[in-house]
């Protein structure tokens, strides 16, 4: 587990195509609208019968200003009036599914998300974080895994005081690069003083970790400027780095329209960038978690990695994957059992359902036994970088290599290419294959269809 990661060119040109990230198997693209408020409640009475804990994901869709890059749900305005009742609904919301759990289902992951979560005012996170406490069981230690994702342009000091004091203990920076020609290519201005001020606030608050995104790929990237962004982020010390490649669809995200195409590096120069980073994340102690991920040693994932406890969820890497995931706001995703469920993406539609008291959720799907093999395989790859067959097989009641034996060519193909070790028993993931993980994972995936892959950014 402990093995660097084999730069191989050859192998990256060769299996470099677009595919899923894999937070969840089946993807979301595969969701569809015969999945109701009914079948989540039906789903919540089975996990409040089974007592299974609980993550939260709240979703705060409101941005200022509007990034040129970003391709998450959000809505841009200036006008902070805009958050109030959309925080009446998420209440409402939060009122609705709290009626169909047990108190004793214990919290242990919170994540609030977005868009800008700071978006909302000390009031209305203080507000919000009540409500939440008044109808969820969130744990009062500072055990559990309470997280929000931070624009340094968005808070100060007294806002992470308010967080530290509302229970969040981890935080997840949107840095993306630190140079000034690239942040005005993408309509994103954050200076490294305001990036630090915010680390150097929850360091002093002690918060248990703290992660920074990068993006490489994005207009006006040079290798050399990357790796100066690079180093200056390792200068700050964070627990965990996500280091995300640039997905340019202008077809599918309206803003990544502004961004001229003349402008992004070529694929030579993203390569480049992505080998320093690797280079320079190696040297400074960050072992590589998974695709595009890496943590310091001592992190809670660098631990459960090792441990073989480390899991996959909706929000990304994790150790609490054995929880049910709640989803709340607009275009929250919930996975609870065999379910997902996903709320309309549309903020009046989402605003609209909960008025009339019913819950925005639309769409979804029942995973199926099938399901759950492949689910099981494909995150054993991604947090692991293996399958022990005998485990599976136990587990499903199946022969490995049958069950599979369509795409077995397919794998002793990567094989002989030096992505994997193979044999009767097991798969193991070699050096050269941890940055292809998702190419190997999506051999196991029965829903790709070539078409719609060209909606997934590339594997690096």
Same mark, same amino acid.
């Given at each position: 587990m402990l093995?660097?990661? #084999?730069?191989? +060119?050859? /192998?990256i &040109?060769?299996?470099? *195509?677009?595919?899923?990230?894999?937070?969840? !198997?089946?993807?979301?693209?595969?969701?569809h609208?015969g999945?109701?408020?009914?079948?989540?409640?039906?789903?919540?009475?089975?996990?409040?019968?089974?007592?299974r804990?609980?993550?939260?994901?709240?979703?705060?869709?409101?941005?200022?200003?509007i990034?040129?890059?970003?391709?998450?749900?959000?809505?841009i305005?200036?006008?902070?009036?805009?958050?109030?009742p959309?925080?009446?609904?998420?209440?409402?919301?939060?009122?609705?599914?709290?009626?169909?759990?047990?108190?004793?289902?214990?919290?242990?992951q919170?994540?609030?998300?977005?868009?800008?979560?700071?978006?909302?005012?000390?009031?209305?996170?203080? #507000?919000?974080? +009540?409500? /939440?406490? &008044?109808?969820?069981? *969130?744990?009062?230690?500072?055990?559990?895994? !309470?997280?929000?994702?931070?624009?340094?342009?968005?808070?100060?000091?007294?806002?992470?005081?308010?967080?530290r004091?509302?229970?969040?203990?981890?935080?997840?920076?949107?840095v993306?690069?630190?140079?000034?020609?690239?942040?005005?290519?993408?309509?994103r201005?954050?200076?490294?003083?305001?990036?630090r001020?915010?680390?150097?606030?929850?360091?002093?608050?002690?918060?248990?970790?703290?992660?920074?995104?990068?993006?490489?790929?994005?207009?006006?990237?040079?290798?050399?400027?990357?790796?100066?962004?690079?180093?200056?982020?390792?200068?700050?010390?964070p627990?965990?780095?996500?280091?995300?490649?640039?997905?340019?669809?202008?077809?599918?995200?309206?803003?990544?329209?502004?961004?001229?195409?003349q402008?992004?590096?070529?694929?030579?120069?993203?390569?480049?960038?992505?080998?320093?980073?690797?280079?320079?994340?190696?040297r400074?102690?960050?072992?590589?978690?998974?695709?595009?991920?890496?943590?310091?040693?001592?992190?809670?994932?660098?631990?459960?990695?090792?441990?073989?406890?480390?899991q996959?969820n909706?929000?990304?890497?994790?150790?609490?994957?054995?929880?049910?995931?709640?989803?709340?706001?607009?275009?929250?995703?919930?996975?609870?059992?065999?379910?997902y469920?996903?709320?309309?993406?549309?903020?009046?539609?989402?605003?609209?359902?909960?008025?009339?008291g019913?819950?925005?959720t639309c769409?979804?799907?029942?995973?199926?036994?099938d399901?759950?093999?492949?689910?099981?395989?494909?995150?054993?790859?991604?947090?692991?970088?293996?399958?022990?067959?005998?485990?599976?097989?136990?587990r499903?009641?199946?022969?490995?290599?049958?069950?599979?034996?369509?795409?077995?060519?397919?794998?002793?193909?990567?094989?002989?290419?030096?992505?994997i070790?193979?044999?009767?028993?097991?798969?193991?993931?070699l050096?050269?294959?941890?940055l292809?993980?998702?190419?190997?994972?999506?051999?196991f995936?029965?829903?790709?269809?070539?078409?719609?892959n060209?909606?997934?950014?590339?594997?690096?």
């Amino acid at each position: 587990m402990l093995d660097t990661i #084999q730069w191989d +060119t050859d /192998l990256i &040109r060769r299996y470099d *195509l677009p595919g899923p990230r894999y937070t969840s !198997y089946p993807t979301a693209m595969q969701f569809h609208p015969g999945v109701g408020p009914f079948e989540l409640f039906q789903a919540l009475r089975d996990s409040r019968k089974a007592e299974r804990s609980l993550s939260l994901y709240v979703h705060i869709p409101f941005c200022a200003n509007i990034c040129y890059y970003c391709a998450c749900n959000k809505v841009i305005t200036k006008d902070r009036s805009r958050s109030a009742p959309y925080l009446q609904r998420l209440i409402h919301e939060i009122e609705i599914i709290s009626r169909h759990v047990d108190h004793d289902q214990v919290v242990e992951q919170l994540h609030f998300g977005g868009g800008t979560p700071t978006f909302l005012d000390h009031a209305q996170l203080r #507000q919000l974080m +009540t409500e /939440l406490r &008044r109808n969820f069981n *969130l744990m009062d230690n500072d055990n559990a895994d !309470y997280s929000i994702e931070i624009d340094p342009r968005e808070a100060d000091w007294a806002t992470m005081g308010l967080l530290r004091e509302l229970g969040f203990n981890r935080i997840s920076l949107g840095v993306q690069d630190l140079d000034p020609e690239v942040q005005r290519a993408v309509n994103r201005l954050q200076t490294l003083e305001e990036t630090r001020a915010i680390i150097d606030a929850a360091h002093t608050l002690q918060y248990r970790s703290v992660n920074i995104d990068l993006i490489y790929g994005l207009p006006k990237q040079t290798p050399e400027s990357f790796a100066r962004t690079v180093d200056e982020v390792i200068a700050l010390q964070p627990s965990r780095l996500s280091v995300f490649n640039y997905a340019h669809l202008p077809d599918r995200f309206m803003p990544q329209r502004r961004i001229n195409s003349q402008d992004l590096p070529s694929p030579a120069a993203k390569l480049a960038m992505l080998h320093t980073t690797i280079e320079q994340l190696e040297r400074a102690g960050y072992r590589h978690i998974g695709m595009d991920h890496f943590a310091l040693p001592d992190d809670d994932l660098a631990i459960a990695q090792e441990d073989g406890r480390l899991q996959r969820n909706f929000q990304g890497y994790t150790t609490h994957g054995h929880c049910d995931l709640i989803g709340l706001g607009v275009s929250a995703i919930s996975h609870v059992g065999s379910l997902y469920s996903q709320n309309s993406s549309d903020i009046a539609q989402y605003q609209n359902s909960l008025d009339s008291g019913q819950l925005a959720t639309c769409r979804g799907l029942h995973s199926s036994p099938d399901d759950d093999v492949r689910a099981e395989v494909i995150h054993s790859l991604m947090c692991h970088y293996g399958v022990d067959f005998d485990t599976i097989e136990a587990r499903h009641d199946l022969d490995f290599r049958d069950y599979f034996a369509d795409i077995w060519p397919g794998l002793q193909q990567m094989a002989n290419d030096g992505l994997i070790d193979l044999n009767d028993r097991s798969i193991r993931v070699l050096p050269a294959g941890r940055l292809l993980v998702r190419a190997v994972g999506m051999l196991f995936d029965r829903y790709l269809n070539p078409l719609e892959n060209l909606r997934f950014s590339r594997v690096i």
